[in-house]
């Protein structure tokens, strides 16, 4: 029993631990859609950390829950150029606009930044300039 027991710390000691040895980690061996799930699982963590402020979003469509993470955003404009913010359930034909809009903002410099609640499955097109996401946080009101 006691020379089990030994083998068995000894075996423990010497096999490295997944933890331990992140660096080493072999993603080629993963297939597409484990690869996807990682991704996902690693942006949702990063999001959630205190360290993460905001990211700069260039000109695009975002597809919500895959590309941004689902969630209570505020978008600031970051251009010298007008920026047009476009939220809804799908997108045109062509795969480039909003097809029926939710929400429909320009940010600019006099209107430089909004508030939305992203939800999973919808899209965001992006025009004109990038602009920054960061989580959102209710103010406080002091009582």
């Avoid at 360290?51 to 000109?59: F, I, M, N, S």
């Avoid at 010298?80 to 939710?102: F, H, P």
């Amino acid at each position: 029993m006691k020379r089990a027991l030994c083998i068995l710390i000894v075996l423990l000691i010497a096999l490295p631990l997944p933890c331990l040895a992140s660096e080493n980690i072999d993603i080629s061996s993963m297939t597409f859609d484990e690869l996807i799930s990682l991704r996902d699982k690693i942006t949702k963590e990063i999001t959630s950390r205190p360290e993460w402020k905001d990211v700069t979003v260039p000109a695009g469509v975002y597809e919500i829950g895959t590309d941004i993470p689902a969630g209570h955003w505020t978008i600031t404009y970051n251009g010298n150029i007008l920026a047009m913010v476009t939220y809804g359930k799908s997108l045109n034909d062509s795969k480039t606009d909003i097809d029926d809009w939710d929400v429909l903002q320009m940010l600019s410099a006099e209107n430089k930044s909004m508030s939305i609640e992203l939800k999973t499955g919808y899209y965001i097109v992006i025009q004109g300039a990038s602009v920054s996401f960061t989580p959102y946080i209710r103010p406080s009101l002091g009582f």
